[in-house]
């Protein structure tokens, strides 16, 4: 049986690619949510426009829920066939939360439990598999707004994922002094996670060609675009369901297909890093 799992689902650009899933993917299709009341009314919802999904309660920010949902879909599926890493957060702009709170806070969500899933994830990954992360068009943004040194390393071929998380918690130890700017950083947070995490998803996809080259399984890092959510607020130019227009077709690139792969990708188009 196929399974696809969508990260921070119960509202949202989650929801919406659950929405789409539900309509276009042959298998068992997950809302997850930190919260299992607000998880389960997402499935209601669902299920009143006539769609069928399943609830698991998941905590990107607590490693025991990782695991125990990593468990529960390699026993009851044997691995899982989409996963899309959806949950973040943002502060918003007028927010008042000293900046080394915000860039501690947005990177542990956006960039080291998002890592953290991709860890215990990975593996279950079915042959044929399709793993989806969650960028920003603020990603790009922001690696044009590093130092040369910072954007020679967040582009290059042969950065490790421990050179990326020492990178990653040197942002957050230069905000505390307020050196982040004179260490190559811009003044965003939520840029600086969602860098990392397209620099990531670009390692591990590179690690997959290498360690299972049979296996076809597709890894990449996208823009929804500028959407209508809690997060974004109302004045963005996309509905949810427009949002997930892109994420919803790179879970979903068919049986064969070897591209994209490791790339960033934006209204269905691989975009420039």
Not at 147 to 159: M, T
Request: charged share 25%; proline share 5%.
């Amino acid at each position: 049986q196929s399974v696809a799992v969508v990260t921070g689902s119960n509202k949202g650009i989650g929801l919406s690619i659950v929405r789409a899933l539900c309509k276009q993917f042959e298998g068992d299709v997950y809302v997850t949510a930190r919260d299992k009341t607000r998880g389960e009314e997402a499935v209601k919802t669902l299920a009143s426009e006539g769609l069928k999904s399943k609830f698991h309660q998941l905590d990107i920010n607590d490693i025991n829920s990782i695991i125990k949902a990593a468990a529960f879909f390699k026993d009851t599926y044997g691995g899982v066939d989409v996963l899309v890493n959806n949950a973040g957060i943002a502060f918003k702009e007028a927010d008042t939360t000293p900046f080394p709170v915000q860039a501690e806070v947005t990177l542990q969500t956006n960039f080291f439990a998002t890592r953290d899933m991709l860890t215990h994830f990975m593996p279950l990954m079915k042959p044929g598999g399709r793993v989806v992360n969650i960028s920003s068009f603020m990603a790009s943004r922001t690696l044009n707004q590093c130092s040369k040194e910072l954007q020679a390393r967040f582009r290059s071929e042969d950065i490790t994922e421990d050179e990326l998380v020492e990178l990653m918690k040197r942002f957050v130890e230069k905000t505390k002094s307020d050196q982040h700017k004179e260490d190559g950083w811009p003044q965003t947070a939520y840029g600086v996670s969602k860098t990392g995490l397209t620099v990531l998803s670009m390692i591990l996809a590179r690690r997959l060609s290498k360690e299972r080259p049979q296996d076809n399984i597709l890894l990449n890092a996208c823009c929804p675009g500028w959407v209508r959510t809690d997060m974004a607020g109302d004045k963005a130019p996309k509905s949810p369901d427009e949002g997930a227009i892109t994420p919803v077709y790179l879970a979903l690139l068919p049986p064969g297909a070897t591209e994209p792969h490791g790339r960033f990708v934006s209204d269905k188009e691989v975009q420039k890093w």
